[in-house]
């Protein structure tokens, strides 16, 4: 069975972490972006966006970082970007913000530091995730225009 890539964006304000996190999914196969802070994700988004979806499946946010915090960047992203998926990394004491971050739309968290194991098997489900609500709103969109078109056109 042929493995795609994941088009993920790593968002932490620890430019090690980042670098560290990048080399590995990259060695695994992925394609990774990175962002240094809330502000910067956004941006990066914005300039991947060829077709009204952003060329991102899975975005790993940091909870804690100075200006905009992880979960207000969460809540900008799904508002902006509804079917991109996003895991939070939080550390142990902000289990709690993490699940406040579940309520705000993500679709899982990670303790730091993270089983890289663990962290690729929630990247792969949460890009499947994403696929599917990608295949939904295709299908609706088809069926929408075969309306429009007074059944000129077939969806089968």
Not at 12 to 31: I, P, Q, W, Y
Not at 55 to 74: A, N, Q, R
Not at 76 to 84: D, F, M, N, Q, S
Not at 103 to 128: N, V
């Amino acid at each position: 069975m042929v493995k795609l890539p994941i088009n993920i964006l790593i968002v932490d304000d620890e430019r090690d972490f980042v670098e560290v996190l990048s080399l590995r999914l990259t060695d695994a196969g992925h394609r990774v972006r990175a962002a240094y802070s809330g502000k910067e994700a956004l941006s990066v988004l914005a300039e991947t966006e060829p077709e009204g979806l952003p060329d991102i499946d899975v975005i790993v946010l940091d909870i804690k970082m100075p200006g905009m915090d992880g979960i207000e960047t969460l809540k900008l992203i799904k508002a902006r970007y509804p079917v991109v998926e996003v895991i939070l990394l939080t550390g142990h004491g902000a289990v709690d913000t993490a699940v406040k971050g579940l309520k705000s739309g993500a679709f899982d968290y990670l303790l730091k530091p993270a089983d890289f194991d663990e962290l690729t098997g929630k990247l792969e489900a949460a890009r499947k995730q994403r696929d599917a609500q990608v295949g939904r709103i295709r299908e609706a969109e088809a069926r929408a225009l075969m309306r429009r078109s007074g059944g000129l056109f077939r969806c089968d």
